[in-house]
């Protein structure tokens, strides 16, 4: 059970380029997420999923896509990195059972766009 | 509107003694709360969840919280800090209990020293 995996785990970009961070969990969880984690400021949700084929924006979607492929899939992707994006990009995944959700966090993916 | 405050950017105790991180919140509602830790360059680990049971909440590796709904806080606290508790803590609010609905604090970095 790997529970919430992320690849790639580094990755440098140049401005313009464009890239996609996959996201897979194996928890049989119905909703996910997409965080960027950014030095005092915490977490900021970027995208989530409630279930396979719904998505919906976060606090700061500007400059992301998302798709949710499949229940166990999720991808992010910049279509014109930009240097404002340079950011650890987490994926999560959590149960639904109403109220009182846990979420479940990835390793990471840490981005650099120059 | 919620949202979350760690009182504290950085803590730094000695090995074998008590560790505060301190953590006071604003909701609307009846609040869940959580403590993630997360060791560098890893992903965020549940350490402790409140959602409206007992106040005092037991979590792993010897921490754990106090829900004081009179003062807003939910302090983490762990009697005895061990070197391998060196990380980063992040306190978190969910109005009502959706996932979808976090919003975490900036962090708490704590050092502990021999």
């Known amino acids: 059970n790997a529970g919430v995996t992320q690849t790639p785990k580094f990755q440098v970009l140049k401005t313009g380029q464009s890239m996609t961070l996959q996201c897979a969990q194996d928890?049989?969880?119905?909703?996910m997420y997409w965080y960027r984690q950014d030095p005092g400021m915490g977490l900021r949700l970027i995208y989530y999923?409630?279930?396979?084929?719904?998505?919906d924006k976060g606090e700061v979607p500007n400059g992301y896509n998302v798709s949710r492929l499949n229940k166990r899939e999720f991808s992010l992707r910049l279509e014109s990195a930009a240097p404002s994006q340079t950011s650890v990009y987490f994926c999560?995944?959590?149960?639904?059972?109403?109220?009182?959700?846990?979420?479940?966090f990835g390793p990471g993916t840490r981005l650099l766009v120059l | 509107a919620q949202s979350v405050t760690q009182l504290d950017s950085h803590v730094s105790v000695s090995e074998g003694t008590p560790v505060l991180l301190r953590c006071n919140y604003s909701?609307?509602?009846?609040?869940?709360l959580f403590w993630y830790v997360q060791h560098p360059n890893k992903g965020l680990q549940l350490l402790l969840k409140?959602?409206?049971?007992?106040?005092l909440v037991k979590g792993i590796n010897g921490f754990e919280a106090e829900f004081k709904k009179s003062e807003t806080s939910f302090h983490l606290t762990k009697p005895s800090a061990h070197m391998s508790d060196a990380a980063e803590y992040f306190c978190?609010?969910?109005?009502?209990?959706?996932?979808?609905?976090?919003?975490f604090g900036s962090g708490t970095q704590l050092t502990v020293l021999p």
């Open positions: 999560a995944s959590s149960e639904n059972r109403g109220e009182r959700e846990t979420q479940y």
């Open positions: 928890m049989n969880h119905n909703s």
């Open positions: 999923s409630a279930s396979e084929g719904t998505t």
């Open positions: 909701s609307s509602y009846s609040p869940s």
């Open positions: 409140y959602t409206s049971a007992a106040t």
């Open positions: 978190v609010v969910s109005e009502g209990g959706s996932a979808r609905q976090l919003t």
